[in-house]
């Protein structure tokens, strides 16, 4: 089992940046990639990026340039830097973890992003 908690979410006005971290318990060892999806009020979840145990990463094309995913591996925690963030960025950030063929989610953190 791994346990996901993310935190970093806020309200911010466009053009700003915030920065979102995903700390990871439990069985951290069996984690294959981690990484971020989004959910925005009346819309399906989709992907955001991810980042393998390689450090390989992975973007959703509409959010190259502008987002980031890192790692630290210390910390075991994941990060998305946001930077440019448009209202349209505005939603749930969800972090997730892929262990063993398995999808652990956290809870989601609220980004909201003013005009």
């Known amino acids: 089992q791994v346990q996901l908690e993310e935190s970093g979410g806020g309200l911010v006005q466009a053009g700003g940046s915030l920065r979102l971290s995903c700390a990871a318990s439990g069985n951290i060892d069996s984690i294959n990639g981690m990484g971020w999806y989004r959910q925005a009020p009346g819309k399906q979840r989709g992907f955001v990026a991810l980042?393998?145990?390689?450090?390989?990463?992975n973007y959703a094309d509409s959010l190259k340039g502008r987002f980031t995913i890192s790692r630290d591996n210390a910390k075991n925690t994941v990060y998305l830097q946001m930077n440019s963030l448009k209202p349209e960025d505005t939603a749930i950030y969800y972090c997730?973890?892929?262990?063993?063929?398995?999808?652990?989610w956290g809870q989601g953190t609220q980004v909201t992003v003013s005009s």
């Open positions: 997730y973890a892929v262990v063993k063929g398995f999808t652990s």
């Open positions: 980042i393998a145990s390689s450090e390989t990463t």
